[in-house]
């Protein structure tokens, strides 16, 4: 037994313009350029939350779609920081930056990460944190981090690398990151694994 709110109901959503029967989801109002003032104040709701979350996230960085690589407690994903150039009305992207996205059962580790890279700031042969919680795609990451995007695979580097190579090479310094280049160009790779 259909009650004649149900009646009513159905006839809502019946197309304004075909007449056509369909989801009850589908948004045939909007399509059909009519306006109701529930329509309207939904949609100002959501342009709010939209304008929120932009605030929220001024600044931030956006997806490359490249995955530069998947660690014990995450996925590093290249990102590129938006620059917002208001004189010019139009974006800018600096590229170059990877951030580090926790699996649920990583964010913990993640967070001690963070903390420890917070506390080191800038260290020879560590990479420093660009910036902590940062904005993604205009998403707030609480536990993820940006770091400056190195080229290479460091792990597999890492393990390559054997201590003596270093001091053959005449270089009692850590391989800080930024020496990744170049010391593959000037260690005699003989001695590498
Ligand atoms: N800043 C970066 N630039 C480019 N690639 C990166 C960067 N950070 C991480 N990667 C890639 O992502 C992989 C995973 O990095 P991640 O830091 O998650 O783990 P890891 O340091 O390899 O080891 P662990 O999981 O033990 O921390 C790295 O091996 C590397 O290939």
Redesign the pocket.
């Known amino acids: 037994v259909r009650s004649m709110g149900q009646a009513e109901n159905q006839h809502d959503d019946q197309d304004v313009e075909t007449g056509d029967t369909g989801s009850p989801h589908t948004p045939r109002v909007k399509d059909s350029g009519l306006s109701f003032e529930g329509l309207d104040v939904a949609s100002g709701l959501l342009e709010e939350n939209m304008e929120e979350k932009e605030e929220d996230c001024t600044g931030g960085y956006e997806t490359t779609g490249n995955v530069?690589?998947?660690?014990?407690?995450?996925?590093?994903y290249?990102v590129e920081k938006k620059i917002e150039k208001k004189w010019y009305k139009r974006r800018q992207r600096q590229q170059g930056?990877?951030v580090?996205v926790p699996e649920s059962d990583g964010i913990k580790d993640l967070q001690k990460?963070i903390a420890v890279l917070d506390e080191v700031g800038t260290c020879d042969g560590v990479?420093p944190m660009v910036e902590k919680s940062p904005c993604v795609d205009d998403e707030k990451l609480p536990n993820s981090f940006v770091?400056?995007?190195?080229?290479?695979?460091?792990?597999?580097w890492a393990r390559r690398f054997k201590p003596r190579a270093r001091a053959s090479a005449g270089s009692s310094r850590s391989p800080g990151l930024e020496g990744i280049g170049a010391y593959e160009g000037s260690v005699d790779f003989g001695v590498m694994k």
């Open positions: 530069l690589g998947e660690g014990t407690y995450g996925t590093v290249e930056f990877a580090k990460e990479m770091t400056k995007r190195y080229a290479g695979d460091l792990y597999k």
